[in-house]
């Protein structure tokens, strides 16, 4: 897994937080303000766009009251990478015998 660094200011932390469920390869987002978790948002993997947005909605509403008292934060987000794709062998030229 890959995690990302953000800063966000608390206007903006629901606009990213949605934007970031919907890129798909999500796996976890947290909020952090300095050294304070203030949310970890597990993320289902292998669930569609839409149904995680749906689970997301009750944490995003939540994460909104948030940002109304908060002047800044940073999100954590941890990333599915994508599968490495197949190697192929390498091609030995025929040696003569």
Known sequence: MKWETIQVEADKL????????SEG?????R???????LF???LAAGVGIGAVAVLA???VV?????????????????????????TEPPIVPPTDV
């Not at 390869?25 to 987002?29: D, K, L, Q, S, W």
């Not at 948030?66 to 954590?76: D, K, Y």
């Open 14 to 21: 629901v606009e990213r937080i949605n934007q970031i469920v």
């Open 25 to 29: 390869n999500v796996r976890r987002i």
């Open 31 to 37: 909020l952090r303000q300095d050294d304070r978790v």
């Open 40 to 42: 970890d948002i597990p």
């Open 57 to 59: 909605a009750p944490v």
């Open 62 to 86: 939540a994460v909104a009251a948030v940002a109304a008292v908060i002047t800044h934060c940073t999100l954590e987000i941890e990333r599915e990478e994508p599968p490495m794709p197949p």
